[in-house]
């Protein structure tokens, strides 16, 4: 698997299980790449959905990928304060200038104050078994939303005190030599 470069401007490419493309985000900055993480930042990036609508994100939001861990986690930068969606998802890999991975429905909501929600899991009952979702994944997904609600609670990885301000100063800078570039 190939490895992005510090400032590349990659997609992000959202699959379900079927294979089928959920949406894409056109652009985002890689702030820190190795074999088993990509840390990237957006900031009002074109979304395209599957059946071709199109929006744009409002506020400027740190990724996190893992290739070992079942979630991604994007941190909404809001004037309340951070708002984290995390996706239960396959690790991710990275092909063609693209983080991929397939989503699996199930969403965790984690507020400003570390409260959080479960969200989706109609959908995912739905699309377990429309899509034929194994119970080897089943198993894994749902042990995975133990695992991130551990880290929630312990402030662990993206949840850390620390790790907005240092990645939003890393984003910051990546910007501007990014325009002095340009």
């Known amino acids: ?31 820190k790449a190795t074999k088993n993480i990509v840390i990237g930042a957006n900031e009002r990036t074109l979304v395209i959905e599957s059946d071709g609508r199109t929006w744009v994100t ?20 809001r004037e309340d ?13 990275f092909d063609h200038s693209a983080v991929k991975y397939i989503d699996y429905d199930l969403d965790i909501k984690v507020f400003p104050d570390m409260t ?15 899509m034929g979702y194994p119970p080897v994944i089943d198993h894994i997904l749902k042990s995975n939303v133990d695992k991130l609600i551990s880290w929630i609670q312990q402030r662990r990885g993206p949840f850390a005190p620390d790790f907005i ?18």
Not at 10 to 26: A, D, E, F, P
Not at 81 to 93: A, D, E, L, R
Not at 116 to 130: F, P, R, S, V
């Open 165 to 182: 301000q240092a990645w939003t100063n890393r984003y910051e800078f990546q910007r501007q030599l990014h325009e002095n570039d340009e």
């Open 1 to 31: 698997m190939a490895i992005p470069s510090e400032g590349e401007i990659i997609q992000i490419h959202s699959y379900k299980h079927n294979g089928n493309i959920h949406r894409v985000w056109q652009e985002t900055m890689v702030l």
């Open 81 to 93: 304060g951070v708002y984290y969606y995390c996706n239960m998802s396959s690790p991710f890999v």
């Open 116 to 130: 959080y929600t479960l969200l989706d899991e109609d959908e995912y009952e739905q699309h377990k078994k429309a």
């Open 58 to 77: 409002r506020e400027p939001s740190i990724c996190y990928f893992h290739a070992e861990h079942w979630f991604n986690i994007i941190c909404m930068l």
